[in-house]
């Protein structure tokens, strides 16, 4: 028997393994220290994302220590909605995008939307040994190099300023700006110069809160829980180095960070919503939740003289390409167009100018206002023309203005709110509308027919729905693996809905919607949506000799819509395959199959004749059968009222086990009758139950206080170890199985540790 415990420290975990005699042992809680497990800490914006453990492809030092091992492993995010602000950015001949998502930003073509190249963020060559250091950054923003456009400019989290060759792939400078970057803006009349804002924290930093910087991100925020930051002047080229003699002092790496040569504040923290540069370059505006900050730039030691305040919340801005004025929108659904103050300021020459210019505007600051969102305006884009505006926000609707006449297009639907639209400069093909989506979904809209021509979709993840999870642990959330694909099947943006990933390919397989919902709700309280609880697979159907698939390959969901003033609603729905491998369609739809919630939905191994499992909290145990064109309920049991958590299918289906709080059931299923009842008060009450084993011998539960296992030939219990189990995830015909432990709630940092754990016979190693 081995044991071991993979756990990290963000991307740096380690797995213990721990060799003895396969018998009858009880490890007790304190024990456990034994393992030298080490904590897996996440922050909260990790606890958001969906993660997959998997062995780290970079080598580490192995040591063998008292008869343990130690191998390397790493928790990869596979979403990361944290980068969602960035807007899609093209190249100068428009014939690529950047993408800025998780700690990498992805090159596609904008003709076919492939995938190029990945250019990834790794940690400096300066990073302390502090374990915080050590963890991947994540992109906040990006932009083409205006003095070169052949280079990328990427801002991080972690307060670094990163310029790439992107066709090279190549890393040529890395500059340290000491805190979050959260915007970044640059015009080509401005060499070798940026514009910036960085998240500023509310008490000066030690050098342990630097090395933090990643892991802690923006902490002085306003009284709305936004965060604060300074705009600063950056130069591109970094301080000469000290040096000893002819040599450099320290590394000259491309990874090593740099300080810029000159750094010239040009305000204090504020709120910033939007930080850019007018087209001529002569204005630099910041976007506050009240006021509009103008700053010339031949006058930077000025700073923002002119101010322009709303009444209304400020959102986002977009500056016209041609003419000399820029529109805002705002938390009402307001668009403003600004016309004359530019025009004005720049009047003056750098002197005195304009203090204060109300929203209603006066004689020289003109301004419309064109009104159709319910929801305020998340992003705003100007064709390159200069014609029309493009808007869009929590509405899932793409609006497209004509400016001169205010007629409007819409492209709806879009199947999640808008977070920032972009639009490509193309001169001899049709120009595309880039509008990226809150749960991470790229869709490229052809400007002429205003007709979706590309998506690129890796995992959905809505962030907005993601932080509601937190708040409401009792929701259940399905996870699985598909069989015949072997995707990923989790919630897609909408809790309604499942999607079909594939981690191999950073790629959504399919979407299949379960229940339809609204997607857009009214300004005021939301509406509740239906949410897919549960989800299961059969078996994939055979081929006989002659090449014909016997049986049909099914999918069943579960889903609950609850809301306070109503009556609960609850589903189980069952979905055949369809013969070209497109998809499923709804065979079975069953309303209250239980009386309460369900707790476990499981098929049969058998892909001729699958059989559904079901238990709920209301007590019950049903057995579903597919019997002339339906699925009926063929077998209704129950256990001394015990309400059942968990189930599972032996390997050849004769059997099946149930969890209850305090004992394990083992059930026939061709009498329907109970075999024995295994008690577990040791580790009660009970969550999870598995068959494992090459031959399924070997009944495992994992419990509140730790696991057990029996020999089914004897009924006889032989494995127990202290542990508060969360979840189980076995390996078909092994006796190996994963163990995750709960994380402890009264730890300011969520920590969990996962377990590796072989219960068949040790091996004796041979020894030369």
């Known amino acids: 028997m081995s044991i071991a415990g993979p756990s990290t420290t963000a991307a740096q975990p380690s797995a213990q393994a721990v060799t003895g005699d396969r018998k009858r042992t009880r490890a007790p809680r304190g024990e456990r220290v034994a393992l030298k497990e080490a904590k897996l800490k996440a922050t909260e914006e990790d606890e958001a994302a969906i993660g997959a453990l998997a062995p780290s492809r970079q080598a580490a030092e192995s040591q063998v220590e008292d008869g343990q091992s130690t191998e390397p492993w790493a928790w990869y995010p596979l979403a990361d909605p944290t980068a ?48 915080g250091s050590k963890r991947r950054t994540k992109v906040s923003c990006i932009l083409i190099n205006p003095d070169n456009p052949l280079q990328l400019i990427v801002g991080g989290l972690d307060g670094l300023l990163r310029l790439w060759d992107y066709r090279e792939g190549t890393l040529l400078r890395t500059l340290d700006l000491g805190d979050p970057i959260q915007h970044i803006c640059a015009h080509a009349s401005l060499p070798n110069q940026v514009f910036v804002a960085l998240v500023t924290p509310p008490t000066e930093k030690t050098e342990t809160t630097k090395s933090k910087r990643a892991l802690t991100g923006p902490t002085d925020i306003d009284d709305a829980g936004e965060a604060k930051a300074g705009i600063y002047s950056i130069s591109l080229k970094p301080q000469a180095l000290p040096k000893i003699g002819s040599a450099p002092f320290v590394s000259t790496s491309a990874t090593f960070p740099r300080t810029p040569s000159r750094r010239m504040r040009l305000a204090q923290p504020r709120v910033v919503r939007s930080l850019a540069v007018s087209p001529s370059g002569a204005f630099l505006i910041s976007l506050n939740p009240g006021t509009i900050n103008i700053c010339q730039t031949q006058h930077l030691n000025q700073g923002f003289a002119t101010q322009l305040e709303s009444t209304d919340t400020l959102t986002c801005l977009a500056f016209h390409p041609v003419e000399s004025y820029f529109a805002t929108g705002n938390a009402r659904g307001q668009i403003r167009l600004w016309y004359g103050v530019l025009d004005e300021i720049e009047a003056a020459k750098g002197k005195e100018g304009i203090k204060s210019i109300t929203a209603e505007g006066t004689a020289e600051a003109s301004t419309a206002v064109f009104h159709w969102h319910a929801h305020p305006v998340a992003s705003l884009a100007f064709t390159p023309n200069g014609a029309y505006l493009l808007s869009g926000g929590e509405e899932s609707v793409m609006v497209l203005w004509q400016l001169h006449t205010g007629h409007r297009e819409f492209v709806p639907r879009l199947g999640a709110p808008i977070v920032t639209l972009s639009v490509t400069n193309s001169v001899h093909t049709e120009q595309q509308v880039v509008a990226r989506l809150r749960d991470g979904t790229v869709i490229f809209v052809g400007s002429q027919k205003l007709k979706i021509s590309h998506t690129i979709s890796g995992i959905k993840a809505d962030p907005v729905r993601l932080s509601d999870l937190t708040n409401r642990p009792s929701v259940h959330v399905p996870l699985a693996v598909e069989p015949l694909t072997k995707a990923l099947v989790v919630s897609a943006g909408h809790p309604s809905s499942l999607q079909f990933y594939s981690p191999s390919d950073d790629s959504q397989v399919l979407e299949v919607e379960i229940s339809p919902s609204n997607r857009v709700t009214g300004v005021g309280k939301p509406i509740e949506p239906t949410r897919v609880e549960r989800v299961s697979f059969s078996a994939p159907a055979k081929k006989n000799a002659k090449g014909e698939k016997k049986g049909d390959y099914w999918m069943a969901t579960s889903d609950v819509w609850e809301n306070g003033d109503f009556a609960v609603e609850r589903q189980l729905k069952f979905w055949k395959h369809r013969a070209d491998g497109s998809g499923f369609t709804l065979a079975t739809r069953v309303d209250r199959p239980h009386d309460s919630a369900i707790t476990s939905l499981s098929f049969s191994p058998s892909s001729e004749s699958p059989l559904l499992l079901t238990t709920s909290s209301d007590g019950r145990i049903k057995v579903w059968a597919y019997v002339i064109d339906s699925w009926r309920c063929r077998t209704s049991l129950e256990y001394r009222s015990f309400a059942p958590v968990d189930a599972a299918w032996s390997h050849d289906g004769s059997m099946f086990a149930v969890a209850h709080a305090r004992s394990i059931t083992l059930w026939s299923l061709a009498s329907n009758t109970l075999l024995h009842s295994f008690p577990c008060a040791a580790i009660a009450p009970a969550t999870n139950v598995e068959f494992i084993g090459e031959e399924g011998t070997i009944l495992l539960a994992g419990g509140k206080h730790g696991t057990m296992t029996w020999d089914l030939l004897t009924y006889e219990e032989t494995f127990t170890m202290a542990l508060d189990i969360k979840d189980i995830a076995t390996r078909p015909q092994s006796s190996s199985f994963i163990a995750t432990e709960r994380a402890l709630p009264s730890s300011s940092t969520s920590t969990s540790t996962a377990f590796v754990i072989d219960l068949s016979p040790t091996v004796p190693n041979n020894t030369a």
């Open 84 to 131: 969602l602000t960035s807007p899609v950015i093209f190249s100068p001949d428009s014939l690529y995008c950047f993408i800025a998502t998780g700690a990498a930003v992805k090159i596609y073509t904008v003709a076919t939307a492939q995938l190029l190249s990945t250019l990834t963020l790794t940690p400096p060559t300066s990073s302390a040994s502090d374990d």
